[in-house]
């Protein structure tokens, strides 16, 4: 079941929004015109993505700097504590839809 969570217009001018379904926080973002929606808690630690910083697909954890690809939800690059590289789970998904300027997130 799709659940409206944001508008299309509000994501595009911020690139990357961070929404609650149902008790569960997860991380719109936008990318060749194209919405994605992950879990908004690091695989890591849990810390809020939405407070990371996003360039060419990539969301980069502000804690320890745990990369995930907003488009598959894949860690592809590791957190790291002082110089060590630790290891971390994917993030979870989850399907999107947009109809007319509303995003709508399936959980």
Known sequence: MYQRVASLKELKEKNMIRVE??????L??????????IGDKCPH??????K??????????????????????ELVG???ILFLKVP??????????VEEDHILVGI
């Open 28 to 37: 719109l973002t936008i990318r060749n015109d194209q919405v994605f929606a």
């Open 52 to 73: 990371g910083s996003l360039s060419d697909g990539i969301v980069t954890c502000s804690k320890h700097h745990a990369q995930i690809d907003v488009t598959n939800g």
């Open 88 to 97: 971390a789970k994917n993030a979870k998904t989850y399907p999107t839809k």
């Open 21 to 26: 379904l149902e008790g569960t926080a997860i």
């Open 45 to 50: 630690l849990g810390a809020s993505l939405a």
């Open 78 to 80: 590791s957190p790291k």
